[in-house]
Structures are given as structure tokens and as C-alpha cells.
């Protein structure tokens, strides 16, 4: 029997969603049964519903699952870890594989004396660079970019720019970040967007409650917006941050929570400018699926955090998390043997061949951007929803992402087969061609 996918059965989900939406907070998405849906199981690229529907996954459920949903030596590596031990103590007893998993980042930093400090998700790896930056330089502003998207806990919202993900929590934000214009993929503005960050690095920062806070001691970049649009600067750009901040005595911090970790072929996307960041933030896929992210700095950046009496003061209850650290260091293992640039090769060759038949068949599709297997469909703002909503009933699972609902994204699991990368672009087609907006 031919491989079926799409929305064919619907009666346990609305009921589910239903049930989920009378008792969680907040309730981000509509729970109607169409969108979205309830995941029962998921191997490889292929995704199961709790009505035994099936689907394409083109997201790696945000990103994470880059090796493939249940890659069986990161399951097996977190079996044998939870049936030894479930829990350490943080910073106080940690076990063998915390020292494991970050002797193996260090390996794969562009410069041998990073360190690295645990955490659970991307936004604690964000809140962990901003502080130790500003131990480091005695400045809490921070240069970001318009676009910008580094998580959502306070200090990571802080440098998120997103007016309508922080409007509700202006009471407890201190306006600590300027925003610089993010640049063309083209170059065209780069010139005027590096000035505008020379003069932010050299100006005093006024918070929200009119303080003058001194200049900013820290820069967070994405070398690729995720969230923002999968926006891809023009080749230089890292570069020229990075000596921005070294004349000013910033801190450059790299966010690669969405775009490291192999996604682009190389494990640090920042690679393509030959960049050295002081502080480098990875998570999303470093686990493999399960909750791990770190903030890797340099020696001397780790060093401006101390205990006091003893007591650390930079820590969480599962730092170091020792079946996430031996998920995590099978997942690396596992990508560096797919040959990942080749594959993030494929991916996007056979995206990009597709979207220039796109661009000429659909009035609402504008192109192809990103890169490896970090891509978007740019469309007409406003129907990036309408079109993963319509793409969820045929059977491929996207998401709408930049500022302006104007980006279909497509992030698959490194090892989706051609066969099933093939058949989500041809529903996503067919989803266009049906799709009314």
C-alpha cells in the first residue's frame, strides 16, 4: 500500500485539545481539531497524530530533532543513562558525563580554550551569556537586532525584539537593549547597518526608566534568524561585528540555539565568516530531543563568574542533566556521521530546484532563502499561518515564521530520505495551488 498522509481521521483530537486547553496556561493556539494537531508518535521525518493520521515533518519539532525523531543511539544512549542514574547534583556532585559531553564541544569550538556552563533550553543558554558578560565587563546593555528572537524568559526577552511577544511583561523588562537594523542578504545597506552598530557600541544606554546604564558590554547575534524570517546576513557581516566588539571591549555572543549544531553543515553556523565569538549558545538539537543547552565562552569570560563562600551563583537544579548529556553526545556523534554538509547540501538543492518552479507558477511566493537545512519560502505577508494550517490537512507539518507572518519554514531532520523530502514538497505544491488567500 502507497504511503498516506493529511488529515484523513478526526475524532479523538478535538476532544484532546479541548481537555488541554481548559487547564493550560497560556493558550497560544486556537484548539478547534484543525489546527493544531495532537502528536501520538514520531520516528525519522515520519510523525503519527492520536487519530493514526501521518505526516512529513518538516520542522524537526522546532528544530530539535535534527538527527531524526527516536534516532536509535540517542533513545539508546538516554535508556542506559536513566537506567544507572535519573539525577545528579547540579553544581555540587556532578557524574562523568557532564565533563563528557563538554570536553567533546569544546572540540568542536573555533578556539581551544572554551568552557562551558549547562543548562535546559535555549533561553537559559541566552540568560547565561548576558550574565556572565556583564560579570565580565561591568555593563549590562546589550546591542541586538530588529528581527531579533532569543527566548522568552525575562533576561532573554530583554533582547528579543518582537514589540508583540513582550508588550504584556513591559512591567518587569528594563529596556537594557538598543536594537541595530538588521542587514540585506545582499549587502546593499551593510555599510549603514555596521555604522549604526559602531555608534550604539560607543553610546551610553538610556533604560526604560531613563537610567544611564553606560555602554552596552555585550552584542547577541543570530548568524541566521530563525524566528525572525530564516535571515541570512550578507558574507562579512560576523566578521565585522566581531571586530566592532573587540574595539569597544563588547562581549560577542553568538546565538546558535536554532541554527548550530550541524544544521547549515557545519557545526557552527558562524563558521562561514570565520568568526570566533567570546560566548557561543547551542540547544534545540545538541539534545537530540531531549531538554540540554549550554553557553560555551571563553576562559576568560567563564572566569569573571565565581563562587561566593562556596555557593555558586550561577546554577539550576538540572544543570547538567546526565541523561540529556548522554543524549546529547550521542546526537553529536550521530550528525558528525551523516556527513552532515552533504546532507544539508541536498536538502537545500532540492528545495531551491522546486522553489524557483514556485516563484513562477505562485504570484504569492517570492523565492527561497536560508541555508543547508534552514530554509524559508518567502510569501506574501500575512499567509505563512494560512499556508501551514492548509499543508497540516495534506499531510507536511511546516511553520509560519518572521515578523510579518511572511516565512514558511522548512528545518527537516538532516536524515530525511530523498523519497520523503521529495513527497513533502510536492504536497507542499499541491498545497499551494489549492491554498485561498
Known amino acids: 500500500m502507497a504511503d498516506t498522509f493529511g488529515r484523513h481521521r478526526s475524532t479523538r483530537t478535538p476532544a484532546l485539545l479541548k481537555a488541554l486547553g481548559a ?39 522546532f528544530g530539535t530533532c535534527l538527527a531524526g525523531h527516536r534516532h536509535p543511539a540517542v533513545i539508546g544512549a538516554a535508556r542506559k543513562a536513566i537506567g544507572t542514574l535519573a539525577h545528579t547534583m547540579g553544581d555540587v556532585f556532578p557524574d562523568q558525563s557532564r565533563g563528557a559531553l563538554l570536553k567533546k564541544l569544546q572540540s568542536l569550538m573555533p578556539a581551544p580554550d572554551y568552557k562551558g556552563h549547562l543548562s535546559l533550553n535555549g533561553a537559559d543558554a541566552v540568560e547565561t551569556a548576558l550574565k556572565f558578560a556583564a560579570a565580565y565587563t561591568g555593563r549590562g ?9 532569543h527566548g522568552l524568559s525575562a533576561g532573554a526577552l530583554e533582547v528579543t525584539w518582537r514589540p508583540d511577544l513582550k508588550a504584556a511583561f513591559a512591567p518587569c523588562l528594563s529596556g537594557r537593549a538598543v536594537f541595530a537594523p538588521w542587514p540585506a542578504t545582499d549587502g546593499s545597506d551593510m555599510g549603514t547597518v555596521l555604522s549604526t552598530v559602531e555608534q550604539l557600541a560607543g553610546s551610553t544606554v538610556l533604560n526604560s526608566f531613563g537610567a544611564d546604564i553606560g555602554r552596552p558590554g555585550a552584542l547577541i547575534v543570530e548568524p541566521i534568524q530563525g524566528r525572525g524570517g530564516v535571515r541570512v546576513p550578507p558574507p562579512g557581516f560576523l566578521s565585522a561585528l566581531r571586530d566592532i566588539c573587540s574595539r569597544h571591549d563588547i562581549v560577542f555572543i553568538a546565538d546558535e540555539i536554532y541554527c548550530g549544531c550541524f544544521r547549515t553543515g557545519t557545526f557552527l553556523a558562524s563558521e562561514s565568516d570565520g568568526v570566533a565569538p567570546d560566548i557561543v549558545c547551542l540547544g534545540k538539537a545538541l539534545g537530540g530531543g531531549f531538554p540540554i543547552s549550554v553557553a560555551m565562552m571563553r576562559g576568560d569570560v567563564a572566569a569573571a563568574v565565581a563562587s561566593s563562600n562556596g555557593e555558586a551563583v550561577h546554577t539550576s537544579t538540572f544543570m547538567g542533566w546526565p541523561v540529556s548529556c548522554q ?17 544539508a547540501g541536498t536538502i537545500e538543492a532540492r528545495v531551491r530546484q522546486k522553489g524557483d518552479l514556485w516563484v513562477e507558477r505562485f504570484d504569492f511566493i517570492q523565492g527561497i532563502r536560508g541555508r543547508g537545512a534552514m530554509l524559508g519560502i518567502e510569501v506574501t505577508p500575512g499567509t505563512a499561518m494560512t499556508i501551514a494550517a492548509h499543508a497540516l490537512q495534506n499531510g507536511v507539518i511546516v511553520l ?3 515578523c510579518g507572518n511572511d516565512v514558511v519554514a522548512l528545518t527537516p531532520p538532516l536524515p530525511i530520505c530523498c523519497a520523503d523530502l521529495d513527497n513533502a514538497l510536492k504536497i507542499l505544491e499541491k498545497t499551494f495551488g489549492t491554498v485561498q488567500l
Open 327 to 343: 543524549a546529547a553526545i550521542a546526537s553529536i556523534v550521530a550528525l558528525e556521521r551523516m556527513a552532515p554538509a552533504a546532507r
Open 400 to 402: 509560519p515564521e518572521g
Open 23 to 61: 487547564v493550560e496556561a497560556p493558550q497560544s493556539l486556537d484548539h478547534d481539531g484543525a489546527f493544531p494537531i495532537v502528536i501520538s508518535a514520531a520516528r525519522g521525518a515520519r510523525v503519527k497524530d492520536a487519530d493514526q493520521n501521518r505526516y512529513l515533518d518538516m520542522t524537526s519539532f
Open 141 to 149: 546593555g546589550v546591542i541586538s537586532f530588529e528581527g531579533a528572537y
